[in-house]
């Protein structure tokens, strides 16, 4: 069984698969706990709110760094020391809030230990995956970038459900639980084969990289992808219950749940039907179904219209992110850890700048989130003419 785990590529895609959902946990675990740690710990809403700052701010950092340090470190040590970081911040939330003076401080750490591993797993799975000898590279991007979404729903319903059940009290046990993820499949990684990413004579310096005008208008795209995405993502249960008028507990699932569950459905769509259908046209489809979405959303005038429009934006922005990944490692083949670094850092800036414009354009209009969701229809109409450039450049 190990020699077959040692020598399989397919392994290799596995442990990207599980590497996807152990950030998704990452990323949407404690923010199901908050309202528990205001009242269990008495934490204000700043407070609360730094958590995910500081979450997002750390991985950004990373981000940053892995760009001149992973290639020094190299990727099996580098992915190793991720999912132990992750492990180790997801079972710090059980334990160092009761070993510290003040538990925001035990939470804070765990927030950071668990960050760092998380932005190394969303450096690293994306060229690791990328590497291995497969056929169809941009369907194997697209389903490996599904597994994030699979792992968002599955945390927000598996979680719900522990607390049905076993009550919130006992967070901390499942906190425990989903570390285990993680060590899993540290020792899985420390087994499967890897590949180079880039053979050493074809790497680009970071200066070659930066004397490349395309590589700007990925980032460019990439920003914009991340922009699309949580700009609809962060603001959907606030915009379901102000601005459509429907209770939270629909807002959550027809909201948050539901754009997931569709990202991931596009982005599996894709990889089922990559040999058919070229990336860069399903792309600018994308770009304008996007649109079409967020103007059904907001223009509708009916709440079980407007909720599909936020929901099936989820499924318009599922090809963004792992779709500019797959075009930049075809057309900077010499971009390697540092061309990804900088672009998963390009998406973070999105990510976090999408739902910003969003709030901020509507407390200009009185609070009026549809002003907000309008100002962020710019993000794919600007995503389609970066594809539309893309493919000029290409001829």
Same mark, same amino acid.
């Given at each position: 069984?190990?020699?077959?785990?040692?020598?399989?590529?397919?392994?290799?895609?596995?442990?990207?698969?599980?590497?996807?959902?152990?950030?998704?946990i990452?990323?949407?675990?404690?923010?199901?706990?908050?309202?528990?740690f205001?009242k269990?710990?008495?934490?204000?809403?700043?407070?609360?709110?730094?958590?995910?700052?500081?979450?997002?701010?750390?991985?950004?950092?990373?981000?940053?760094?892995?760009?001149?340090?992973?290639?020094?470190?190299?990727?099996?040590?580098?992915?190793?020391?991720?999912?132990?970081?992750?492990?180790?911040?997801?079972?710090?939330?059980?334990?160092?809030?009761?070993?510290?003076?003040?538990?925001?401080?035990?939470?804070?750490?765990?927030?950071?230990?668990y960050?760092?591993?998380?932005?190394?797993?969303?450096?690293?799975?994306?060229?690791?995956?990328?590497?291995?000898?497969?056929?169809?590279?941009?369907?194997?991007?697209?389903?490996?970038?599904?597994?994030?979404?699979?792992?968002?729903?599955?945390?927000?319903?598996?979680?719900?459900?522990?607390f049905?059940?076993?009550?919130?009290?006992?967070?901390?046990?499942?906190?425990c639980?989903?570390?285990?993820?993680?060590?899993?499949?540290?020792?899985?990684?420390?087994?499967?084969?890897?590949?180079?990413?880039?053979?050493?004579?074809?790497?680009?310096?970071?200066?070659? =990289? &930066?004397?490349?005008?395309?590589?700007? $208008?990925?980032?460019?795209?990439?920003?914009? @992808?991340?922009? +699309?995405? #949580? *700009? %609809?993502?962060?603001?959907?249960?606030?915009?379901?219950?102000?601005?459509?008028?429907?209770s939270k507990?629909?807002?959550?699932?027809?909201?948050?749940?539901?754009?997931?569950?569709?990202?991931?459905?596009?982005?599996?769509?894709?990889?089922?039907?990559s040999?058919?259908?070229?990336?860069? =046209? &399903?792309?600018?489809?994308?770009?304008? $179904?996007?649109?079409?979405?967020?103007?059904? @959303?907001?223009? +509708?005038? #009916? *709440? %079980?219209?407007?909720?599909?429009?936020?929901?099936?934006?989820?499924?318009?922005?599922?090809i963004?992110?792992?779709?500019?990944?797959?075009?930049?490692?075809?057309?900077?083949?010499?971009?390697?850890?540092?061309?990804?670094?900088?672009?998963a850092?390009?998406?973070?800036?999105?990510?976090?700048?999408?739902?910003?414009?969003?709030?901020?354009?509507?407390?200009?209009?009185?609070?009026?989130?549809?002003?907000?969701?309008? *100002?962020?229809?710019v993000?794919?109409?600007?995503?389609?003419?970066?594809?539309?450039?893309?493919?000029?450049?290409?001829?």
């Amino acid at each position: 069984m190990f020699q077959s785990v040692r020598k399989k590529y397919e392994h290799t895609i596995y442990a990207g698969y599980i590497g996807y959902i152990t950030q998704a946990i990452v990323n949407n675990f404690a923010p199901l706990l908050f309202l528990t740690f205001s009242k269990d710990y008495g934490l204000t809403l700043d407070k609360i709110t730094l958590i995910t700052t500081v979450n997002f701010f750390v991985q950004l950092c990373v981000d940053l760094l892995s760009a001149k340090v992973m290639d020094r470190i190299g990727y099996r040590k580098g992915i190793v020391c991720a999912h132990l970081f992750a492990a180790l911040g997801l079972a710090g939330m059980a334990v160092l809030p009761d070993m510290t003076g003040d538990p925001y401080v035990g939470l804070m750490i765990s927030i950071v230990l668990y960050a760092i591993g998380g932005g190394i797993i969303e450096v690293l799975i994306s060229p690791i995956i990328e590497s291995c000898p497969t056929e169809k590279k941009e369907a194997a991007m697209s389903l490996l970038h599904s597994f994030y979404c699979w792992g968002h729903v599955f945390v927000v319903l598996a979680s719900t459900a522990f607390f049905q059940i076993c009550g919130v009290g006992n967070w901390k046990i499942l906190a425990c639980v989903w570390a285990l993820l993680p060590l899993f499949n540290m020792l899985y990684f420390a087994l499967v084969p890897l590949y180079p990413v880039v053979e050493e004579h074809e790497a680009l310096s970071l200066k070659g =990289l &930066f004397g490349q005008k395309i590589f700007w $208008l990925f980032m460019v795209i990439m920003i914009c @992808a991340g922009a +699309s995405e #949580q *700009a %609809m993502s962060q603001w959907a249960s606030a915009f379901a219950e102000a601005g459509l008028k429907v209770s939270k507990t629909v807002g959550d699932l027809a909201g948050p749940c539901a754009f997931a569950l569709l990202m991931g459905s596009s982005r599996a769509l894709y990889a089922k039907f990559s040999d058919k259908l070229p990336l860069k =046209l &399903f792309m600018k489809i994308s770009a304008i $179904l996007c649109i079409g979405c967020y103007v059904i @959303a907001v223009f +509708s005038g #009916q *709440a %079980m219209i407007g909720l599909a429009g936020c929901a099936f934006c989820g499924f318009s922005v599922g090809i963004f992110w792992p779709g500019t990944f797959s075009i930049a490692a075809g057309r900077l083949r010499g971009g390697g850890t540092a061309m990804y670094a900088l672009m998963a850092l390009a998406g973070d800036v999105g990510c976090s700048s999408g739902p910003t414009v969003v709030g901020m354009v509507a407390n200009a209009f009185g609070g009026n989130l549809k002003a907000g969701l309008c *100002a962020a229809m710019v993000f794919p109409f600007i995503i389609w003419i970066g594809i539309s450039l893309l493919g000029r450049t290409e001829k």
